[in-house]
């Protein structure tokens, strides 16, 4: 019988590979309120779901904020975002409207897909966000095809195609990472490493844990990044996606970070202890670091809680829309659906 891996997830979290450059103040303040913002939507959706007005599936990204806020800061006009289920982290910062995306969780004619996609299947062409994926590891071939076409076209645009470290162990995922070498295709692949997938740790479901390696065998550099600090997100953001508006093809970003709820709503997380969540929620969360250097800057604490006051107010406004407004007409319900 095979030795059973011991888990490092509390130390690998807490693990610091460099001492990233500083924001300007500015910088952090604009990466404070974008990560609040996505924390307080999804604690209001995760609340709405208890109340029965968000039915189907759930992911919520608390914890993992830092790592789309920061690879944002990096992104410009034409840049396309691709993504799991875990999705509503990415259309907020990807500027999609909070009310819209909230209508959407509840079902409502004014989602962002007219209240028939829900939590895992949005889409906002406006905005460059190509979706939330429901099948595990869809979002990476589809990722690809977002980038040739910037190839196809001789645009400087490039593809943020993310991925679970559950995903990271698909088929399909190393079909596209060839593909993707061999085309020179300007994309980069970010693996959200929360160490537990669905609810096995990466120690026992992949024989290697450094996944930011697992592009070598297609000559497609990697690096692991802190993804609880926002500030080494951006770092290696910015130089990965220079890399690719300069025709140097694919990268992989593997961002080791954590998820403090479970997998979706019904998961009990019963597969690690409420101690190690505690230690990474007290030592690293990435809200909490920005906030700190804040106040270290000189802004009071006074100012820092009525930013956040000022956001769940945003937050609550959205969430009433979404519980209010009309649900779609029953003659909507075939319309904008393909049939094969």
Known sequence: MPT?????????????????????????????????????????????????????????????????????????????????????????????DPKGVMAELTGRAAGYSKGKGGSMHMFSAEKGFYGGHGIVGASVPVGAGLAFSNLYRGNDNVCFCYFGDGAANQGQVYETFNMAE??????????????????????????????????????IPGQQVDGMDVRAVKAAGQSAVEAARAGKGPYILEMITYRYRGHSMSDPAKYRTK????????????????????????????????????????INAAAEFAQNAPEPETNQLLTDVLAG
């Not at 609340?47 to 990096?74: D, K, N, P, T, W």
């Open 4 to 96: 059973e891996k011991t888990s490092q997830t509390a130390d690998a979290v807490a693990h610091v590979w460099s001492d990233p450059p500083d924001l300007s103040p500015d910088q952090d303040l604009a990466a404070l309120r974008e990560m609040l913002r996505i924390r307080r939507f999804e604690e209001k959706a995760g609340q709405l779901y208890g109340m029965g007005f968000i039915g189907g599936f759930c992911h919520l990204y608390i914890g993992q904020e830092a790592v789309v806020v920061g690879l944002q800061i990096s992104a410009k006009a034409g840049d396309q975002v691709i993504t799991t289920y875990r999705d509503h982290g990415h259309m907020l910062a990807a500027g999609m």
């Open 275 to 314: 101690e190690e969540v505690k230690k990474v929620r007290d030592d690293h969360d990435p809200i909490a670091q920005v906030r700190k250097r804040l106040l270290v800057g000189g802004m009071s604490e006074d100012e820092l809680k009525q930013i956040d006051r000022d956001i769940r107010s945003e």
């Open 182 to 219: 061999l085309w020179n295709l300007p994309i980069i692949f970010v693996i959200e490493n929360n160490k537990y997938a669905m609810g096995t740790s990466i120690e026992r479901s992949s024989a290697t844990t450094n996944l930011s390696n697992r592009g070598a065998s297609f000559a």
